[in-house]
């Protein structure tokens, strides 16, 4: 969402009934304590899913549960299995945020991350869900054994645009997480039919693979050392432009 | 929408490549100047809708186009004759906002008040119309001959909770336009089953027609002069009492 | 239906439980009295609702009950309003024969009838409706307060061909009422794709639409001073006729 | 259809490109000679397919064609190799009136006839259908190998109430045809609950199969030697009975 | 099914709950007595059901029950009581191997018989059904009054391909079934579009119906005196062909 | 597929089209070198997939490809990258047989795969995919850059019922790849209502979750040293056997 909307939804779904919210100005907005576990770019970070759980545990305050993020390069039941031996009984909980090409059946996942943490006796480790939740999720996969949900895109009133940050380069090593593809990218869209090709960032560019013509790259900086570098269009500008690319736009172009 | 997001909502419908906007700050974001026709209030202030409209062509200035709103009181078609009779050649238009509930074929009325306006020499009339719009509608209603739309709801990126207002008495006299039930009103909630009713404000309370309960009014004063006087409730308190109503929730309340 | 059934349909109507019949062989045939209410063509013969009330009032025998048409030329709420004070408590009830064109939700229009009247204190005025009417809109707009209901097609066991006969200029004014289109009409068919155009009476003819064929009137006199004037056909001609235009049409004709 | 509606019937067949028509009426109306084949009961009164044949043969003018009904006791392919080796050269066609029951794939019956006709010989026999049929039947049977066919119910413009006379009794012998009960019989309906109850004439009455209350014959005789010997019910008294009916009505009974 | 699985499948039939098998080595491998009744074959042999009903009533052991098979050449119910009146007392079933062609509502059949039956005081007759059963139809039949099922395909656990191998000609003579088309054939197929023609055996060869090329005859002898006299092709030759064949194919062709 | 019938299904697949059968048996019945892959069970041997990788290159004839199994224990982009660091250019392929449950998007898996191996210059590694393969999912893999399919279950023509060997526990220690459950396991059933519950081996058995009896355990030993040691029921016993269990089956038990 917005950002200028966030504290309003998050004030929003706290009165609804959550139980807590996760960004600053929200918890602010709402008069509690804010929330979260580690993100993804802590793990990789440090290029490997045990030196992170144990940095964190290292340094966070007592105070602050130790909570897992299990789905970074391995499976699931692979990587809740090792953060269960690294933490031992001081691991609180575990976080699945599995990206959705790896959750063909989601419920069956939990089930065999419960299975293996009991077995190996690590019964009081939570588990804990994020992304791709509704309402009717929620309650699929509390019956699979999940103990918590971190709900976001379902609860706003509005539709989204969902996207992510993610690295996916580190002083040019390769480092994606499962689900995102490794390496600095460019787009390059060809100018007449508006279609977009992504590549290495060091490939060169190719043709439109719709219809031959010469294409361009599309990233280029908006915002260097804190400033704004880009040239800002006024809304009669953007209009115009917008106007022009949907002259461009026929059923072909759509339909690839 | 939520007037603190009306200036972007307006901004992205004009850049998108709408002609215009009818909010004062959205224009000012947008940099044009605002248009717009007159409203319901207007007629119902007059009680009369042919004196409404001679009385906004003679204070109106003369560049403002004389758009005569036609569907307060009467049919769409014998509005707009009375329209043109009373305005001649200075009649720019004729804008229908029909209720919802008089909508049974849109298209076929605005080919009457097409045919009403043509046969008796109107020609250079325009018929515009606002309310309940998409671009499905847009496109069969200008295949049926309409000049000029205004959109509201349909280009906002957000599910709307519609509501109006609507001036229902004036100085004691019923004055409700077609759509809209006569004279102020009280609603009365049954605090067990949460079932609202709806009366004139003077007849008093009835029993719940779900439960059998006593019910209570409902309607507070939140504004006088100026002033909010309304007790303003925290978050915290307000996720108690949502918690609380949802208690009160059943299959038998929703189902009413 | 064909007037030759009707006395039949009448008598099977009647013993199938409805409570009266309008036809008088209808009647009868059954052998109770018809009963009825008066016409649009009443209240369009005066041009004037009001007048067309109270005339009605004036020179019917008491025992007739006043019913007031009040759809003709504004809206249902608004005639309705009018008629009350107009008859006062003579007033027995209203009939909505309301366009389908208008009937956007006919069960909140009805609502809006009867609490206008209500609030006025016209509790004991009945609402009637006729027109489009099946056995699963009788139930819904009997709990929308309608009393009674003239039912007329869905009780034919046949398919139907609808029609209306209606004034729509009198002495040279247009005087159509809500959902026709006012004045005199011609018929203007292309002998080669069979496709019509209705134009006002004494507008030139037109190319075809389709085909850019001429076109012909077909507007032609049946019978004059009750003297049938039109040629009959034989069922040997009328079936070469029929199987010659069968030969004209073509799926590109039929999907305009 | 109603006897009173046929002739009218039969002329808008006629007129809408039927080729002929069999009701002696109908054909008076059109000015055309009636056409029709022979029935099941003459086959029935003959109580032998052939000799049924053999005599429509001897006694019917030459210029009447010899169709044989091929359905009423044995299979229509055996029947059809009967009445060619019956009739010979003199065999103008076959006519099939197929009860519903026995018409799993008509399309592949009627392949099934034309190949056994022709492969000994009888190429010149024609094959007529009759019954059930319908402008989408009358297409995949044409191309399955029918010449010509007898259409009623599909074309008339109102619902029908199916029912047909059949001799299912001959001097005390039963001689149904293919699709009926052989035999005379009673009907015995429960007054109660309305359920009905069909028996051999002579069997004795039973207990209502639904509610277990006595139930009463239903045949009346209504014209004997040619007078109407029934009482007549004036439409007032059958709309009591018909709306005594209606209240045992429930939907249990109903569902049966 | 293919013969090597058909004791496996008779045994899982068995343990399944069925009360009998029929082939000589399923029964072999469950461990009873098989169960069967006379097949088509037996009455087209005798060209007369009668006759075949009463041989097998003559030679057959006394502890074999008498069912006779009742659908090879004319209506069901005809035949069982053609087979009632022969064979009398001694009769204690009647099979209905209807072809689906004949079985427009199999059920209707079934009461008809019973009914018949049971009218002519056959009342311990029992009915047996075989053919295109599954658990719905076996559900229906047995309220509309059959006594025993022959199933067979249902109940194997994989797709068949159905055939069947039946007489239809006897020395020179026609003799198919109902459902059958009589004398022996020849299949033609295209070598270009694949496409079959089925003809009498001595009828001349006819171009492809779809693309005119030459046909040539599909039928050659593949056991002569009890030896294979065919060509065997290797896996390998059988994969080329398939393939060539299969280059062949074409939307076109399929879809005819 | 039952090992019976496994040579005459890999004989008409490879009739059919496939270019090879994998089962000895097979191979031999058609004639050609039988062709597969490293099973998961040799990672598992290994409990490491980069030994079982090395040792399957260091042990196997040259001419054998090197196709490493990449889905066993973590996330298959990560063990493709693992395999090919490991086995550099003597790499020519990877397999993935990704369970069900982890395969959200299975198309979106193989892209990133083959990005992350072009990225590295592995562009001449193939991509193998096995299990839950059908002709719409082989034509969407192979857009999306699959090079080979190993089907099975959907070449066979009959259904089959699942089953699956896994090695869940090596010499005490749990080793179950990803899909499923780690350790020995015990399945108790409710003698009363059928219902099986899984437990690790060692657990004490439970009530019945549905109806609270005793339930009892189900594992017994069929073979010991190549031995049957199991007593097997004749078919007359497992026939009463299992009427006997559906009669204790009931709406109630099939629904858990």
Redesign the interface.
């Known amino acids: 969402m917005h950002p200028a909307?966030c504290p309003m939804l998050d004030?929003a779904a706290?009165?609804?009934?959550l139980d807590g919210v996760s960004s600053l100005k929200g918890a602010e907005?709402?008069?509690v304590e804010p929330k979260g576990t580690m993100p993804h770019a802590l793990i990789i970070a440090f290029e490997d899913q045990v030196k992170a759980w144990e940095a964190f545990d290292e340094v966070m305050a007592p105070e602050v549960p130790r909570i897992a993020l299990v789905d970074t390069?391995?499976?699931e039941?692979?990587e809740a299995i090792m953060a269960a031996e690294a933490l031992k009984d001081r691991l609180d909980g575990v976080r699945l945020d599995t990206?959705?090409?790896?959750?063909?059946?989601?419920a069956?996942?939990i089930r065999?991350v419960r299975?293996?943490l009991d077995?190996?006796g690590y019964q009081d480790v939570k588990i804990l869900v994020s992304g791709g939740l509704n309402e009717g999720r929620v309650r699929i996969l509390s019956e699979a054994g999940v103990d918590a949900f971190g709900v976001g895109t379902a609860v706003s009133?509005?539709?989204t645009l969902n996207f992510a940050m993610d690295i996916v380069e580190l002083e040019g090593r390769?480092t994606?997480k499962?689900?995102?593809?490794?390496?600095k990218k460019q787009v390059w869209r060809c100018p007449e039919c508006l279609a977009d090709t992504v590549l290495?960032f060091k490939a060169s560019s190719q043709k439109c693979p719709i219809c031959g013509n010469k294409t361009e790259p599309m990233l280029k900086p908006l915002v260097k050392d804190g400033e704004i570098v880009a040239e800002l269009l006024?809304?009669?500008e953007?209009?115009e432009y917008?106007?022009q690319q949907?002259g461009k736009l026929s059923l072909k172009n759509i339909s690839h």
């Open positions: 909307l004030r706290y009165i609804g009934g907005a709402v008069g390069y391995s499976d039941k692979m990206p959705r090409s790896r959750k063909g059946d989601f069956e996942i065999e299975w293996e077995i190996r009133d509005a539709p390769l994606a499962r689900g995102k593809l490794g390496g290495p006024k809304p009669k953007i209009r917008v106007l949907i």
